[in-house]
């Protein structure tokens, strides 16, 4: 059974950073790409990136591209999501998925609020 | 990037009967499109990809159709545990996602 597990989430202060992960199990994690969608408090979904399956390559969406960074440890079967210089807007659920014709699998994802 | 217009926001019907929701797409999408569902509480869950192919055990009741820019999600014999939002993405260009429509029983 395949399970995305979230974590790292919580209260983080306007302009600091913060490292969300996501451990993975059920499948071969090294064999996929992974991606990283957020969820707002008004549900609007965004999708923030995604990272090759060697961490080789990684996009973003153009609006957080400068922020945002996403890795990989696939000796761990874990992907991270390094944020940093968060902002209010940034408050939302974080969801670890699958990219495999649109998302296949997704976490349960992890709540991070920005609120001084 | 590719705006997708979803519509209604919400949707509200009485058990067994059918319901359609809609997106359109900012550009031609080339069929490369996936609709979702999202009961409360939990995380969405793919239905549709490739605008009509059904993913795996998802009941038979849920449909896509559409190409270009213009797509719909089809539920027949609405049941009481189709209660939930529903979310059209488009994975043409780098993903972006509808806004969703809420589905209430009547």
Not at chain 1, 66 to 81: G, H, P, Q, V
Not at chain 2, 13 to 31: F, K, M, N, P, Q
Not at chain 2, 66 to 73: A, I, N, R, V
């Amino acid at each position: 059974e395949v399970q995305l597990v979230e974590s790292g989430g919580g209260l983080v202060q306007p302009g600091a950073s913060l490292k969300l992960s996501c451990v993975a199990s059920g499948f071969t994690f090294s064999d996929y790409w992974m991606s990283w969608v957020r969820q707002t408090p008004g549900k609007t979904m965004e999708w923030i990136g995604d990272i090759k399956y060697d961490g080789s390559y990684t996009n973003y969406a153009p609006s957080l591209k400068n922020r945002f960074t996403i890795s990989r440890d696939n000796a761990k079967s874990t992907l991270y999501l390094q944020m940093s210089n968060v902002r209010s807007e940034d408050t939302a659920t974080y969801y670890c998925t699958r990219p495999s014709l649109g998302f296949d699998y997704w976490g349960q994802g992890v709540m991070v609020t920005v609120s001084s | 990037d590719i705006q997708m217009t979803q519509s209604p926001a919400s949707l509200s019907a009485s058990l067994g009967e059918t319901v359609t929701i809609e997106c359109r797409a900012s550009e031609d999408i080339y069929s490369n499109l996936a609709w979702y569902q999202q009961k409360p509480g939990n995380s969405p869950q793919l239905l549709i990809y490739d605008a009509n192919s059904l993913a795996d055990g998802v009941p038979s009741r849920f449909s896509g159709s559409g190409s270009g820019t213009q797509y719909s999600l089809k539920i027949n014999s609405l049941q009481s545990e189709d209660v939930a939002s529903y979310f059209c993405q488009q994975y043409n260009n780098y993903p972006t996602f509808g806004s969703g429509t809420k589905l209430e029983i009547k």
